[in-house]
């Protein structure tokens, strides 16, 4: 997974798109068609499946033996590199195979991957640092509180809602890194709902949540320019923002986005 200051998705989508620019060029370059295509295809694939199966190994325990979970590509949990030097292997044992496709194959390559850069790149140059907005939420008795405890501590700020399957679905994964890793603050901020709504459901699930409060005019999300919930904000211990995320996270991939974004209070700290 790809942590930097913008949503998650952005690098799984330029990723898909340099993949279909590459099939595409394999097609239609001279000499290539389906068999140059077919030759990019296998390639892919099996840098994806390597790519999963070293994260899944390297998380192992966060799945405890949950083979659905392991198998759901869907949480975008990726080691890139064994990936990408499985994918290479395949592609030269192909090519070493299939000569008369090499000259499209490898335009193909080069396509993908001046497409992959220069996305990334574009995508990586933003305007200034963002920081913690200075904004006030209600806790659990109605009283204005500020976002940030002013304590330390790096920030991660989860803005959920209890009608979003997505935030139901990863709320005891969260709960769970709450309880375990005590180097980060975590904060569960509701958006637009009533104290008996996110008391009902937060007792329906059994949940136990610190720092939870409430944003009943969604002053947070607007601040941030989230649109749509789940989303998670990384802040680190001066309140700049390292990495915003779109989306649920299972208990891997938060892990992974902890020890990434924090090194220096991660160790061992969420296994």
């Known amino acids: 997974m790809n942590i930097g200051p913008y949503s998650f998705p952005v690098a799984p989508l330029i990723l898909l798109v340099s993949i279909g620019i590459a099939l595409w060029v394999a097609r239609k370059a001279t000499h290539g068609g389906p068999a140059a295509e077919t030759t990019i295809l296998y390639s892919v694939v099996t840098g994806l499946l390597v790519s999963r199966l070293a994260f899944v190994g390297q998380y192992l325990p966060a799945y405890r033996g949950d083979v659905l979970k392991m198998l759901d590509f869907r949480d975008l949990g990726f080691e ?26 490898m335009l193909a390559v080069f396509a993908g ?22 904004v006030t939420v209600l806790d659990m008795n109605g009283n204005l509180q500020p976002l940030a405890h002013n304590d330390g501590k790096p920030l991660v700020v989860n803005l959920w809602a209890s009608w979003c399957g997505p935030c139901r679905a990863e709320m005891p994964v969260l709960a769970e890194a709450q309880r375990d890793f005590t180097q980060v603050d975590i904060a569960f901020i509701n958006q637009g709902e009533s104290e008996a709504a996110v008391n009902d459901f937060v007792a329906e699930h ?13 002053a ?11 989303t998670t904000l990384f802040y680190d211990q001066n309140g700049k923002l390292l990495a915003m ?27």
Do not use: I
């Not at 299939?98 to 194959?105: D, E, G, I, K, L």
């Not at 947070?220 to 789940?230: E, I, Q, T």
């Not at 991939?253 to 296994?271: R, S």
């Open 206 to 218: 059994g949940l136990v949540l610190h720092n939870l409060a409430r944003d009943p005019n969604l």
């Open 113 to 134: 991957c001046a497409s992959w850069g220069l996305a990334t790149a574009f995508a990586d140059t933003g305007g200034p640092a963002a920081f913690l907005p200075a």
């Open 80 to 105: 890139p590199v064994p990936g990408a030097v499985a994918g290479a292997m395949v592609l030269l044992v192909l090519l070493a195979k299939r000569r008369h496709v090499r000259r499209a194959a």
């Open 245 to 271: 995320h779109l989306g649920p996270f299972s208990r891997a991939t938060f892990e992974q986005a902890l020890e990434t974004l924090y090194p220096k209070t991660a160790p061992g700290a969420v296994h």
């Open 220 to 230: 947070v999300a607007r601040a941030v320019g989230a649109k749509a919930f789940p």
